[in-house]
């Protein structure tokens, strides 16, 4: 029988008066790309922490590989590869060095250190650069080599924690396959993102977590599934103030209308037309500059379950900023 890769059961974790964790509980089989969905301080990186031995639960038990690490958080470090929210290496170091640096706290040899350096940095595109100090690198490139070092001993569980935050998009992107690769050559991922868009790509299953408690988990596909015959408008505007939300949603009483910064989103489970919306918004005094329909996303449903606006998760639509 199969043994999933990590199991947590009722983990709980306070600081001071702060609950970080809260009784959660979720399974991570062998092989899957898992999920942990949720806004800047929602007890993503405690989660982390925890599962690492950076931290003790208060309450709870923890399973790594089938190895019970609550009372022994070393206990499965050698299955382990760890990615933190901010780089751990050394700055003074080229990126070569620092990868051949990491081999040897994992006990590599020599020479499989070396060959191993070379070969991550060929895979994440770093070869020009290995030889320079990891200070000169780019913060796209210090992220990809922190990855590097991060599954230098070849670990069969990586835990990324929040792999995008602060990067450029072609970084992300580049990120992003390379973590879809790393999965399907059969390293089961734990990720942590506040980028809705991020977890919807990449994860098979996803559990939204909202101060220190698991909300929901669920596979991508079901938790789609309310949404699934839903239709979205989109409305980009400029100039004027905020509109009066209010009296738009008492003319549609059957839609769901959000405002964000220079966009009004309107979703409804029937067909809804735009000129009437237009002429709404124009007589507010603001000029519509794209008016769309849009595919229904794992946005609708963090908001629905959640009642957090994407506003909330402290990322962006160009997805190059946040923390974790």
């Given at each position: 029988?199969?043994?999933?890769a990590?199991?947590?059961?009722?983990?709980?974790?306070?600081?001071?008066?702060?609950?970080?964790?809260?009784?959660?509980?979720?399974?991570?089989?062998?092989?899957?790309?898992?999920?942990?969905?949720?806004?800047?301080?929602?007890?993503?990186?405690?989660?982390?922490?925890?599962?690492?031995?950076?931290?003790?639960?208060?309450?709870?038990?923890?399973?790594?590989?089938?190895?019970?690490c609550?009372?022994?958080?070393?206990?499965?470090?050698?299955?382990?590869?760890?990615?933190?929210?901010?780089?751990?290496?050394?700055?003074?170091?080229?990126?070569?060095?620092?990868?051949?640096?990491?081999?040897?706290?994992?006990?590599?040899?020599?020479?499989?250190?070396?060959?191993?350096?070379?070969?991550?940095?060929?895979?994440?595109?770093?070869?020009?650069?290995?030889?320079?100090?990891?200070?000169?690198?780019?913060?796209?490139?210090?992220?990809?080599l922190?990855?590097?070092?991060?599954?230098?001993?070849?670990?069969?569980?990586?835990?990324?924690?929040?792999?995008?935050?602060?990067i450029?998009?072609?970084?992300?992107?580049?990120?992003?396959?390379?973590?879809?690769t790393?999965?399907?050559?059969?390293?089961?991922?734990?990720?942590?993102?506040?980028?809705?868009?991020?977890?919807?790509?990449?994860c098979?299953?996803?559990?939204?977590?909202?101060?220190?408690?698991?909300?929901?988990?669920?596979?991508?596909?079901?938790?789609?599934?309310?949404?699934?015959?839903?239709h979205?408008?989109?409305?980009?505007?400029?100039?004027?103030?905020?509109?009066?939300?209010?009296?738009?949603?008492?003319?549609?009483?059957?839609?769901?209308?959000?405002?964000a910064?220079?966009r009004?989103?309107?979703?409804a489970?029937?067909?809804?037309?735009?000129?009437?919306?237009?002429?709404?918004?124009?007589?507010?005094?603001?000029?519509?500059?794209?008016?769309?329909?849009?595919?229904?996303?794992?946005?609708?449903?963090?908001?629905e379950?959640?009642?957090?606006?994407?506003?909330?998760?402290?990322?962006?639509?160009?997805?190059?900023?946040?923390?974790?």
């Amino acid at each position: 029988m199969a043994v999933d890769a990590v199991v947590v059961e009722d983990l709980a974790k306070r600081f001071g008066e702060v609950s970080a964790v809260d009784g959660i509980s979720f399974q991570i089989g062998s092989g899957e790309l898992f999920g942990l969905l949720g806004p800047n301080g929602a007890g993503k990186t405690t989660t982390i922490n925890l599962l690492t031995g950076l931290a003790r639960p208060d309450r709870g038990r923890m399973y790594v590989g089938g190895v019970d690490c609550t009372d022994r958080p070393k206990a499965a470090q050698y299955l382990l590869g760890v990615v933190p929210d901010e780089s751990n290496l050394y700055p003074e170091l080229s990126g070569r060095e620092n990868l051949r640096f990491c081999g040897a706290l994992y006990g590599m040899r020599k020479r499989a250190r070396r060959t191993r350096a070379d070969e991550l940095l060929s895979q994440f595109g770093l070869t020009e650069a290995a030889d320079r100090k990891f200070s000169t690198y780019s913060k796209g490139m210090k992220r990809k080599l922190t990855i590097a070092a991060g599954i230098v001993h070849l670990p069969s569980i990586l835990f990324l924690d929040e792999p995008t935050t602060g990067i450029d998009v072609a970084s992300a992107r580049q990120i992003r396959q390379l973590v879809s690769t790393l999965n399907h050559q059969g390293t089961t991922v734990l990720l942590t993102t506040h980028y809705i868009e991020e977890a919807e790509r990449l994860c098979e299953r996803i559990a939204f977590l909202v101060e220190g408690v698991v909300v929901r988990l669920d596979t991508v596909e079901e938790l789609m599934r309310p949404v699934a015959g839903k239709h979205v408008l989109e409305f980009v505007v400029s100039g004027g103030p905020r509109p009066n939300i209010g009296e738009l949603r008492a003319s549609l009483p059957e839609a769901r209308c959000e405002w964000a910064v220079d966009r009004l989103r309107v979703t409804a489970s029937t067909p809804v037309r735009i000129g009437p919306i237009v002429k709404f918004l124009e007589e507010q005094g603001l000029t519509v500059v794209e008016a769309r329909a849009v595919r229904p996303s794992l946005e609708d449903v963090f908001v629905e379950i959640t009642g957090i606006e994407k506003e909330g998760m402290g990322g962006n639509r160009n997805h190059a900023g946040g923390t974790s």
